[in-house]
């Protein structure tokens, strides 16, 4: 499947600061997906995005597809406890449905 | 309720025997999959079916067997040939509907081979 690389690995954030997470691939996707997965927990879909430099929010997080759509972004402001876990972003082919996901990066948050 | 149910949570087996974990959809989804994962690793697709009867293999699927007998189910067998089957397991579902579809997953089984 394809590949994704996802940086950083590991995200030490204290509390109340913002954070990026950066998903990238060498080929154009077709679409991305993230999930959020908390500790002891299973991943949660988050939000998908299609277009070319498309920007979605969702409260404090905004996810974006760059212009050549070959990687994306999740930056979180006022990071906040609830914030804590791993995000992964994933990927498919055209017309494909399964998913390929990155390694994702996992946050922590001090309090 | 809908949703995804995996069991057992913890599963305890030695080595040398075969397991096989449960998945079970409620959701009328087309197309379930199967995801191993590693400590500080991401997911690696195991196997995915969209039909009844059908399935595919992922990126590792050796040592690992499926069937889709039903709709619902999609019930995963470790063997004893999969060289290290200690992970936890994650099962998912999507609809085929349109091109992209979220996956919702199941709360997963852990597998740990004495």
């Known amino acids: 499947g394809q590949q994704v690389m996802q940086i950083p690995q590991y995200q030490h954030v204290q509390e109340g600061e913002d954070f990026t997470t950066y998903c990238n691939s060498s080929t154009t996707l077709s679409n991305i997906q993230w999930y959020k997965q908390r500790p002891g927990g299973h991943p949660v879909f988050l939000i998908q995005l299609v277009k070319s430099g498309e920007v979605k929010k969702q409260k404090r997080l905004t996810f974006q597809f760059g212009e050549a759509k070959k990687n994306s972004s999740l930056h979180i402001t006022a990071t906040q406890t609830t914030d804590v876990g791993t995000y992964f972003c994933a990927v498919s082919g055209v017309n494909d449905y399964k998913l390929s996901f990155g390694a994702g990066t996992t946050v922590t948050v001090r309090a | 309720d809908g949703g995804i149910t995996q069991s057992p949570k913890y599963l305890f087996r030695k080595e040398g025997q075969n397991v096989t974990l449960s998945c079970e959809q409620n959701?009328?989804?087309?197309?379930m999959y199967w995801y191993r994962q590693d400590p500080g690793q991401g997911l690696r697709l195991i196997y995915y079916s969209q039909i009844v009867n059908d399935f595919q293999k992922g990126d590792i699927a050796e040592g690992y067997s499926v069937s889709r007998e039903k709709k619902e189910s999609f019930p995963l067998t470790v063997t004893s040939a999969q060289k290290n089957p200690t992970a936890f397991y994650l099962c998912?579902?999507?609809?085929?509907?349109?091109?992209?579809?979220?996956?919702?997953f199941g709360p997963g089984t852990r597998l740990t081979v004495l």
């Open positions: 959701l009328n989804h087309d197309a």
């Open positions: 998912a579902s999507s609809t085929l509907a349109g091109n992209y579809n979220e996956q919702f």
